[in-house]
């Protein structure tokens, strides 16, 4: 069954007597909103046409009953972390470090409630009334940093047979018995001819850890009240908490992999890519750029 909501607009200004900082973090929130908005609105994403909600939608968006939030969860974009603090939020005393949940029992879907497993009644009052935020990344960023941990990692068996064969099938020529079984050696420009080949998409739906957060979070059906990106992970997941009003007992885990993908290694992924890859990859995370004001990246040979 699908439905519909009324977006409110999301409160701008912290209480008075708050401190000068503190507005211009909110200024700067209501800043990244609006580009949403705008954003939306530029490609006709918000208009009537569009198509509704339903409730399979909603599977990213981890419910707080304790403290109103929903959380929207993206993939490589510190959702481990994010998960962990959210199992402290909702396990009522259960955990009071985030650090001290082992990383795979953050992802046990049965740990953490999400919106989906609603009625549509419960589902609409809560987007209306709970403080809804996701974060992001920079797309291409975000997208190498899928590619190292899912397809570079040994370990992860289960992404190469499932996904790796099927890549490794399509896109190489003369693969071997062994390549085309264990799907354990995709290169990059392989994953990257396998997004933007349109029979993927036809198939089936991007696997969360590539799919854009467009898709996965819906911001132009939902009205984020905040969006936190990635580059100041620290500060805007302290915001979040703050506002939530437990910043004064919980922060958010400072730890730093020193395995994490920057900048220059996404640089380094791209140098093999070709300008008509290139440019039909932007387009497939267009909307993401544009959405959260992320620059086109000047390592790009674009078409």
Same mark, same amino acid.
């Given at each position: 069954?699908?439905?519909?909501?009324?977006?409110?607009?999301?409160?701008?200004?912290?209480?008075?007597?708050?401190?000068?900082?503190?507005?211009?973090?909110?200024?700067?929130?209501?800043?990244?909103?609006?580009?949403?908005?705008?954003?939306?609105?530029?490609?006709?994403?918000?208009?009537?046409?569009?198509?509704?909600?339903?409730?399979?939608?909603?599977?990213?968006?981890?419910?707080?009953?304790?403290?109103?939030?929903?959380?929207?969860?993206?993939?490589?974009?510190?959702?481990?972390?994010?998960?962990?603090?959210?199992?402290?939020?909702?396990?009522?005393?259960?955990?009071?470090?985030?650090?001290?949940?082992?990383?795979?029992?953050?992802?046990?879907?049965?740990?953490?409630?999400?919106?989906?497993?609603?009625?549509?009644?419960?589902?609409?009052?809560?987007?209306?009334?709970?403080?809804?935020?996701?974060?992001?990344?920079?797309?291409?960023?975000?997208?190498?940093?899928?590619?190292?941990?899912?397809?570079?990692?040994?370990?992860?068996?289960?992404?190469?047979?499932?996904?790796?064969?099927?890549?490794?099938?399509?896109?190489?020529?003369?693969?071997?018995?062994?390549?085309?079984?264990?799907? *354990?050696?995709?290169?990059? #420009?392989? /994953?990257?001819?396998?997004?933007?080949?349109?029979? &993927? $998409?036809?198939? @089936?739906?991007?696997?969360?850890?590539?799919?854009?957060?467009?898709?996965?979070?819906?911001?132009?059906?939902?009205?984020?009240?905040?969006?936190?990106?990635?580059?100041?992970?620290?500060?805007?997941?302290?915001?979040?908490?703050?506002?939530?009003?437990?910043?004064?007992?919980?922060?958010?885990?400072?730890?730093?992999?020193?395995?994490?993908?920057? *900048?220059?290694?996404?640089? #380094?992924? /791209?140098?093999?890519?070709?300008?008509?890859?290139? &440019? $039909?990859?932007? @387009?497939?995370?267009?909307?993401?750029?544009?959405?959260?004001?992320?620059?086109?990246?000047?390592?790009?040979?674009?078409?």
């Amino acid at each position: 069954m699908a439905w519909k909501w009324k977006l409110e607009p999301a409160p701008l200004c912290p209480l008075l007597g708050e401190s000068l900082e503190l507005s211009s973090t909110a200024i700067l929130h209501q800043i990244r909103r609006d580009q949403v908005t705008d954003t939306c609105r530029a490609n006709s994403l918000s208009s009537r046409k569009r198509r509704v909600l339903t409730p399979n939608d909603l599977k990213h968006l981890v419910v707080d009953e304790d403290h109103e939030l929903i959380y929207c969860y993206v993939p490589k974009v510190a959702c481990t972390n994010w998960k962990r603090v959210m199992m402290v939020l909702t396990g009522r005393g259960k955990y009071s470090d985030p650090m001290e949940i082992p990383a795979n029992e953050a992802h046990v879907s049965s740990n953490l409630k999400t919106l989906n497993q609603y009625s549509i009644p419960e589902i609409n009052h809560r987007l209306k009334n709970y403080m809804k935020f996701l974060f992001v990344r920079e797309p291409f960023e975000r997208l190498v940093s899928a590619y190292r941990n899912k397809f570079t990692q040994k370990y992860n068996t289960s992404f190469h047979k499932r996904y790796g064969t099927k890549i490794v099938k399509r896109q190489r020529k003369n693969a071997t018995q062994e390549a085309l079984h264990k799907g *354990d050696d995709v290169k990059f #420009e392989e /994953f990257v001819a396998y997004l933007i080949d349109p029979y &993927t $998409q036809k198939e @089936e739906p991007f696997n969360e850890h590539w799919q854009t957060v467009f898709s996965l979070c819906h911001p132009c059906h939902i009205h984020y009240d905040l969006i936190g990106k990635y580059e100041t992970l620290e500060e805007d997941s302290n915001y979040v908490l703050q506002l939530a009003g437990v910043g004064s007992y919980l922060k958010f885990p400072t730890y730093a992999k020193s395995t994490r993908t920057t *900048d220059e290694m996404t640089t #380094e992924f /791209f140098q093999n890519i070709s300008s008509e890859h290139q &440019t $039909q990859l932007y @387009e497939v995370y267009k909307l993401d750029f544009l959405m959260f004001n992320y620059s086109m990246p000047s390592y790009l040979k674009l078409e």
